[in-house]
Nanobody, 123 residues
């Protein structure tokens, strides 16, 4: 079992930045891939970025490439999502997830999910 706890969400003005954190516990994560997703009201869950824990290989959705940065800190078992130049359309609940078998953009390939953290971007 892997427990994921997100933090760092909040209210920010357009053009601002936030860094989300996802603290992982429960199992050795060296064989996992970690992903960040978001879901806005009335919309499907959307992939943003993924990182392979073992070698930090990165994978970004094109729509956030250049604005969002995923990273990890092995020492504290935490994955981050740095978000710059935020826009009102980035408003959503942001989730981190862990996959045992896939380095993927597809939510169904992730086994464990955090509870989510709300990000609201005001215009």
């Amino acid at each position: 079992q892997v427990l994921l706890v997100e933090s760092g969400g909040g209210l920010v003005q357009a053009g601002g930045s936030l860094r989300l954190s996802c603290a992982a516990s429960g199992r050795t994560l060296s064989r996992y891939a970690m992903g960040w997703f978001r879901q806005a009201p009335g919309k499907e869950r959307e992939f943003l970025a993924a990182i392979r824990w073992s070698d930090a290989t990165l994978y970004y959705e094109d729509s956030v490439k250049g604005r969002f940065t995923i990273s990890r800190n092995n020492a504290v078992n935490t994955v981050y999502l740095r978000m710059n130049s935020l826009k009102p359309e980035d408003t959503a609940v942001y989730y981190c997830a862990a996959s045992r078998v896939a380095f993927s953009r597809y939510s169904y390939e992730y086994d464990y999910w955090g509870q989510g953290t709300q990000v609201t971007v005001s215009s």
